[in-house]
């Protein structure tokens, strides 16, 4: 049933986004490579694609075999083992993703209750978590498992004898000792926590990496433990779903990483222009394969989405019912797809000719110094943070809604050493001068709004004079026409950057500021960081009016090809 699948995928007769082509892409490359460390069980993937084809739909108590791509992911978990470990599986992570309505919670609640009654590895005390960012969202998958339950409970007389649920909000396989438990961050301690599934609900909700990290920690002493993250997209770019697990297991599908361990099903419209053309709502919308379901879902994806249009909510529609990642206010500075779209590898800069920028913000907060680089052709653009920890870094992850200990270790920012938790202005200075150094750049120019600017200014006028420094008015006479400049030469693949966390942050933060001079951006929320684009956007203040595809270097003068 899986090979049938793929081969349709593959072959176009069932369209598909890239994601899910490269998914099975990966299966069909992995099950013909005879040196690949793991093998296929097909009987095995069958025989719990058949349990959950048998369990009753809670609304109608009736059973229904599940949808093809549905049969992909179940197979995939459970048909992939170790040669060395036939009894340990293949993958111990899944991301699966698909638009809203299309059986999440009855292909995740089926899940939970095959390894609550047939898990075997361990044979006894399996602790199963339906866990999300809020106690309410954990509940939504666990009473999905309790209904489902029940239903089978009601027709067999083994599950009826061998399982009980309480009414606390606890299922328990009573011949085994192993349990279901909905989980959140309020939840509390638990004791002995050893979660063998751990399902995240609607990840896309999660603020910080808190509970990810708590199943993950608990799950170090198991030979066979499975995460599944089950979720729609979401508004928040800056969610650990977006930024983390979401590229990670782009990656993973696209072969930039190897990681065998964690399936990757995300099933998403690949442009807006394609919501305008209903075949293709399938690529979100797989259980659209479904013929029966054909015509109900798409009579309500046209309702939602002319809704979405007569109310201005149509954002809203393209994440829920279309799976992807928007901005979540319509003025948003720049869309997600045109920032990613710039995005290279990290170019070697050495030797180059740079304007940094720099916003100094709060001592106690962040410090951004961002900077452009000419190549051939476009603008290379680049940040680096310092973090204040006045008020304690933990408050300061979980307010900004970037990990900082995380992005320090990936080389994009500093966080303050000093016991006040301020930023030292004498190690940014030290970071800049070493940073120029380093890679031999010619400063072309220091361009840095004026606020708690001057301790910088004062020690790069003492031991590097020769950088200029130039202060760019803050305001809409100033800054409109780079800021426009800007966000066109990205969409137009003038200006690019490498993968950058923080920078990232702050362009999906920005919104626009309209005023008689023209526009500006600004921050769509306090706690929102923009400071790297506002440090990128004071250096383009001056650097976008220099010619790039004239751009002329010491190089090429000193050089025999260059003449009057």
Known sequence: MIYDYVDKVLSGEILASKKVILACERFKNDLENPDFPYFFDEERANKV?????????????????????????????????????PNVRRFH??????????GK?????????????????????????????????????????????????????????????????????????????????????????????????????????????LLESGQGLLDNPLITIISTAGFDLNAPMHTVEYPYATKILKGEIEDDSYFAFIAEQDSIEEVEDESTWIKSNPLLSVESQEERIKGYLRK????????????????KNFNMWRQAEEDSYMDIETWNNAEIEPQD????????????????????????????????????????????????????????????????????????????????????????????LDVQAIC?????????LTLIEKNHPEWEQIQIRQGTLTLSMPTKQFRDDVMERRVLHPHNEI????????????????????????ANKIDELDALLDCYAVC????????????????GDFGF
């Not at 229904?64 to 995939?76: H, S």
């Not at 992570?93 to 299309?102: D, G, L, P, Q, Y």
């Not at 002319?306 to 529609?317: A, C, F, I, P, R």
Request: charged share 25%.
């Open 503 to 526: 920078l990232s942050a702050a362009v999906n933060n920005a919104v626009t500021k309209t005023d008689n001079n023209g526009m500006r951006i600004d921050k769509n929320k306090y």
């Open 105 to 213: 919670s009855l292909l995740i609640s089926g899940i939970a209750l095959y390894e609550f009654l047939f898990g075997k590895n361990p044979a006894y005390s399996r602790q199963i978590f339906c866990t999300a960012n809020a106690k309410d969202q954990a509940k939504i998958v666990f009473k999905m498992v309790e209904k489902r339950l029940s239903a089978l409970k009601s027709r067999d007389e083994w599950v009826n004898s061998a399982t009980k649920v309480y009414r606390h909000g606890e299922i328990v396989n009573l011949e085994d000792y192993s349990y279901i438990r909905p989980l959140s961050r309020d939840t509390g301690s638990v004791d002995g926590f050893e979660p063998y599934l751990g399902i995240l609900d609607e990840y896309a909700a999660s603020k910080t990496i808190e509970m990810m990290e």
């Open 304 to 319: 939602r989405k002319k809704e979405g249009q007569e109310k201005g909510t149509y954002n809203s529609v393209l994440v």
């Open 448 to 456: 840095f709004d004026p606020a708690q600017y001057g301790p910088l």
């Open 349 to 440: 800069i050495d030797g180059k000719k740079v304007w940094f920028g720099v916003d100094v913000g709060r001592t106690s907060d962040l410090f951004a110094i961002s900077w452009m680089v000419p190549f051939d052709g476009y603008w290379y653009a680049d940040s680096f943070a310092f973090v204040g920890t006045k008020y304690g870094l933990d408050a300061k992850i979980k307010s900004d809604r970037l990990d900082y200990r995380r992005l320090e270790t990936q080389g994009e920012c500093e966080i303050t050493t000093l016991e006040s938790g301020v930023i030292d202005t004498e190690r940014v200075y030290d970071w800049l001068n070493n940073f120029v150094a380093e890679h031999n």
């Open 544 to 559: 976008f009016t220099t010619d790039i595809d004239n751009f002329v270097t010491d190089d090429d003068i000193l050089g």
């Open 49 to 85: 694609i058949q349990f959950m084809g048998e369990l009753p739909d809670p609304k109608t108590f009736k059973t229904y075999p599940i949808a093809d791509f549905q049969e992909f992911i179940v197979g995939n978990l459970y048909g992939w083992y170790r040669k060395d470990e």
């Open 93 to 102: 992570k899944a991301m699966i993703s698909v638009a809203r309505k299309n």
